[in-house]
């Protein structure tokens, strides 16, 4: 990147000095209805020594949120890139990444609206990339109160359980688990990130940072932790949770409870699918346990939509090919 700053057709410009050490990261966020929520935690972010690009994706929900975002963009000269439709978490990264890689980045650090991470550890997360560009690299993440949220997972395939990998029990042999990390906060390198062609948009949320680093580790590339560095993040900051209690959205029982049969109808053997999809009911049940027993009392928003994840989710392991 130059300077003075890439220019993309649309004439905004992407900051950044040529000579400062992080001036080819892009950091990408897609935002639905929560511009103000980008604004605040992308400032976090950046401070006063990112020298990159910021690429915000706006995934349509109304005139009014399109214009609000449009105007963060502008006093922040970060480029925005307007979608037309609401195209999902993988969607909203890949029209993203796509700016990015345009005007000139190398690697692209991966942001949750309701994320931040200092700009030193972002440098460190960089660094490390720019050595190992095969590697897909995420921080420790935790939650405001300092509680770990995320660090690497083992998902088990003969249960699909997820575990935290440093509690793996003993006897598990790596070729039991795939292990991911959290798309709240992750970096990679553009050549990893068109080598294995981004996010596969047919989870539209949830799971498809599972399977992005599945896919990494398939096409000879690492999933790794720097517990050197650390995100923030406030869970549920956009859709995850509604009001006060532990209750979770609608959309997030469906997606999860469907993703996971996605996932195993694209990755695992007949066996382990069938396995999967026994346990679909419990597993969804579970899910729903996240929230809190208090709201199964409004089986509507949640009970409902678990359900009709296991059902879409066992349709689409028999369409399997």
Same mark, same amino acid.
């Not at 993988?90 to 700016?99: D, E, H, S, T, Y």
């Not at 440098?123 to 420790?140: E, H, N, S």
């Not at 979770?248 to 996932?263: E, T």
């Given at each position: 990147?130059?300077?003075?700053?890439?220019?993309?057709?649309?004439?905004?410009?992407?900051?950044?000095?040529?000579?400062?050490?992080?001036?080819?990261?892009?950091?990408?966020?897609?935002?639905?209805?929560?511009?103000?929520? &980008?604004?605040?935690?992308?400032?976090?972010?950046?401070? #006063?020594? $990112?020298?990159?690009?910021?690429? &915000?994706?706006?995934?349509?929900?109304?005139?009014?949120?399109?214009?609000?975002?449009?105007?963060?963009? /502008?006093?922040?000269?970060?480029? @925005?890139?307007?979608?037309?439709?609401?195209?999902?978490?993988?969607?909203?990264?890949?029209?993203?990444?796509?700016?990015?890689?345009?005007?000139?980045?190398?690697?692209?650090? @991966?942001?949750?609206?309701?994320?931040?991470?200092?700009?030193?550890?972002?440098?460190?997360? =960089? =660094?490390? &990339?720019?050595? =190992?560009? !095969?590697? %897909?690299?995420?921080?420790?993440?935790?939650?405001?109160?300092?509680?770990?949220?995320?660090?690497?997972?083992?998902?088990?395939?003969?249960?699909?359980?997820?575990?935290?990998?440093?509690?793996?029990?003993?006897?598990?042999? #790596?070729?039991?688990?795939?292990?991911?990390? /959290?798309?709240?906060? !992750?970096?990679?390198?553009?050549?990893?990130?068109?080598? &294995?062609?981004? $996010?596969?948009?047919?989870? $539209?949320?949830?799971?498809?940072?599972? #399977?992005?680093?599945?896919?990494?580790?398939?096409?000879?590339?690492?999933?790794?932790?720097?517990?050197?560095?650390?995100?923030?993040? #406030?869970?549920?900051?956009?859709?995850? $949770?509604?009001?006060?209690?532990?209750?979770?959205?609608?959309?997030?029982?469906?997606?999860?409870?469907?993703?996971?049969?996605?996932?195993?109808? @694209?990755? %695992?053997?007949?066996?382990?699918?069938?396995?999967?999809?026994?346990?679909?009911?419990?597993?969804?049940?579970?899910? %729903?346990? =996240?929230?809190?027993?208090?709201? @199964?009392?409004?089986?509507?928003?949640?009970?409902?939509?678990?359900?009709?994840?296991?059902?879409?989710?066992?349709?689409?392991?028999?369409?399997?090919?």
């Amino acid at each position: 990147m130059s300077g003075d700053g890439a220019r993309p057709e649309d004439g905004t410009r992407l900051t950044g000095p040529p000579d400062a050490a992080t001036s080819s990261v892009a950091i990408v966020v897609v935002n639905y209805g929560a511009s103000a929520m &980008v604004e605040g935690n992308l400032l976090r972010t950046v401070g #006063d020594g $990112f020298a990159g690009s910021v690429v &915000v994706v706006d995934n349509f929900s109304s005139d009014a949120e399109r214009q609000a975002v449009t105007e963060v963009c /502008s006093r922040n000269t970060w480029l @925005l890139v307007p979608s037309e439709v609401n195209s999902g978490y993988g969607g909203g990264n890949n029209l993203g990444v796509r700016a990015a890689i345009a005007a000139g980045a190398t690697e692209v650090l @991966l942001l949750n609206p309701d994320a931040h991470i200092g700009t030193d550890d972002l440098a460190r997360l =960089q =660094q490390r &990339v720019r050595q =190992q560009p !095969m590697t %897909l690299l995420a921080p420790l993440v935790v939650r405001p109160d300092g509680r770990v949220y995320s660090a690497s997972t083992d998902l088990h395939l003969r249960t699909g359980e997820m575990l935290a990998t440093r509690r793996r029990p003993g006897g598990v042999r #790596d070729s039991d688990v795939h292990v991911w990390v /959290s798309g709240a906060c !992750m970096m990679l390198s553009t050549r990893l990130w068109s080598h &294995v062609g981004g $996010f596969d948009e047919a989870y $539209f949320l949830y799971w498809e940072d599972v #399977d992005l680093c599945r896919r990494v580790v398939l096409a000879g590339g690492d999933v790794a932790v720097d517990e050197s560095c650390t995100a923030v993040h #406030d869970e549920g900051g956009t859709h995850g $949770f509604e009001g006060p209690s532990r209750a979770k959205s609608p959309i997030y029982y469906y997606y999860n409870v469907r993703n996971r049969m996605l996932y195993a109808r @694209l990755h %695992l053997p007949a066996r382990d699918r069938r396995r999967w999809a026994l346990r679909a009911p419990l597993v969804a049940y579970r899910i %729903l346990l =996240q929230g809190g027993r208090r709201q @199964l009392v409004h089986p509507g928003r949640t009970v409902w939509p678990a359900l009709r994840g296991v059902v879409h989710g066992w349709a689409l392991l028999r369409s399997r090919g």
